[in-house]
Structures are given as C-alpha cells and as structure tokens.
C-alpha cells in the first residue's frame, strides 16, 4: 500500500492553454457544445494518450476514469466561439486514408456520412486558461497503476501528440506543470498556483496587480472549500450541478454523472509575490 506523503495525497497539476479548446458535453442534433471546464472523461484519454493508450483498451480507460478526482479553475475565461461546418465527404480528395497522431495512416470506413453535404455546428472555448488538480482513488486498476508518478512521466514525456478536446486543439504550453501535495484536488489547485510555469502564466494574464482575482472554480460536490480560499459575494453559497461527464468506453456513450460545486473564489496565493517583492526592496 502506498503511504501517502506528509503533505497529503500527490496530484498532478495540469495548465490547459489553447487558443481553441473543448469540453464536450451532451451533443444535440449536429450541435457539439462545449463546457467551461474538462470532465472526467476526458482527463481519462488525455492522461491514457498520454501513456500511450487506444480506444481500444476500454478496460484500462474505464478503470482510470473510475478513480479520477479533478477540480478546475479559470485563470483565465475566454469567450465560446461557434465554427459553423459544412463538408462534402463525397468528394474524391476525401477519399482514402489519412494520417493520425499515431503517426500511421487510418482507412475511411464509409458510413451514414460518407456522401453528400453535411451541416455541423462546433463550440470551442478561445483564449482560456484552465489549471486542473488531478488525484486518483485508490480503487480499481491492477494494483492500483497507474499512479500518480506514471501519470507524471507520461504527461511530461507522451507517448503521442496530445491535444485539449478536439485533434485541432493544440496546447500552446505544455499541460503538465508539476505534482503537489494536498489532501484533496481543490486544496491542491491552490498548491498548484505556485508551481513555476503556472505562476510564469498568471504573471502574462494578471500583470503586476495585487488585487484579488476571484475565479471561477468547480470541484466535487463532497468537497468542503479549504480555510484559505472563499467566496467574495455569498460566505457560504455556491451552484451545485450535475454534470455528464463519464463514458462507457466499451460502447463509446457518454451517460454517466457525478455533482460538483461551482462557485467564484477568493484567497489563492498571490502572483509571483516573492519574486515582486524581492525586486521593490531592490528598487532604489
């Protein structure tokens, strides 16, 4: 059994930055809209992509989504973007394989959409930024792997190209910022704001200023909100939702659900305050 460390459970830090970016959440129609923040599925294939993973291997997707513990905030919100989508995949250009991030070319199969002009409307998330603390239960899986440390070293050195949402959603940074030691996600997003390429980041959006964000946070609904952050509006108010957010990946639907918290909150450890500090004492 693992001991847990001093600090708490370890929790990989991921810094999402895109200028495009995609949440899926229940599609209607052609319509595929996207959510503010990630969801347990989908952390669940980038961190499986990341370990070189398929589709294919449900049981290890299905297993890691299982034990998936994520809280999110917005350090920088963005706006949500339409791009309206027509095609004609009976055009002989469409024809034949293409290649995938596997780096192996990939047969069209045909289907429903093989021919004539289809319609389809895609919502992405531009200009955001989203930390995301990431923990794992210590259930499911083959004793218990993968764990954290694995889930680190995959992040840090994938196995394929990884990419937020959808295979046009490039990262801009590189969405493994570090590990932290927290006795939940939530107090670990606060760890995490410290870490270098997050605070690098926070210091590009915020700038110099000292006054106190309060950001757009969503976490487990069972989760209490720690001592140092709170509500600037309502002490103790928050929206509590259900969000549709796992996948059956044998038979590829989503369906699954799980209640998180949203709220706007306060108290995260200032931008770069050592650093700025140390250079207004070295000022003249």
């Known amino acids: 059994m693992t001991v847990p460390p001093p600090g708490g459970e370890e929790h990989a830090i991921l810094l ?30 980038l961190i ?47 024809d034949g394989a293409g290649w995938t991030t596997r780096g192996v070319p990939e047969q ?3 289907g429903s959409a093989a021919t004539g002009t289809h319609i389809r409307q ?4 531009a200009d955001a930024v989203v930390l995301v603390a990431v923990g794992l239960h210590p259930i499911g899986g083959e004793d218990g792997q993968p764990d954290i440390a694995a889930v680190a070293t995959a992040l840090a050195s994938p196995a ?18 570090g590990t932290v030691a927290a006795s939940d996600p939530l107090a670990a997003l606060a760890e995490g704001m410290q870490l270098p390429p997050v605070a690098a980041r926070r210091l590009e959006i915020t700038g110099r200023s000292r006054s106190e964000a ?10 209490p909100i720690p001592a140092v952050l709170r509500s600037p509006a309502v002490p103790d108010g928050y929206d509590e939702d259900v969000v549709f957010d796992s996948r059956d990946w044998a038979n590829q639907l989503h369906g699954g659900t799980r209640r998180v918290r949203r709220q706007r909150l306060t108290g995260w450890p200032p931008v770069l305050s050592r650093i700025l500090s140390a250079g207004e004492e070295a000022a003249p």
């Not at 895609?122 to 998330?125: D, E, F, N």
Request: proline share 8%.
């Open 16 to 45: 999402l930055d895109s200028p495009l970016m995609a949440f899926g959440i229940p599609q209607i129609d052609e319509i595929g809209r996207t959510g503010q923040f990630p969801g347990r599925s989908q952390i669940a294939g």
């Open 48 to 94: 499986g992509n990341a370990l070189g993973w398929t589709h294919g291997d449900t049981g290890l997707l299905q297993g890691l989504q299982a034990r998936l513990s994520i809280a999110c905030v917005l350090l920088r919100e963005g706006e949500a973007v339409r791009d309206f989508q027509t095609v004609d995949l009976g055009q002989p250009f469409l």
């Open 108 to 110: 069209r199969e045909g």
């Open 122 to 125: 895609r919502w992405y998330r």
């Open 160 to 177: 394929r190209p990884l990419f937020i949402g959808r295979k046009t959603c490039l990262p801009s940074l590189p969405p493994f910022a």
């Open 214 to 223: 309060a950001l757009l946070t969503e976490w487990p609904a069972r989760l």
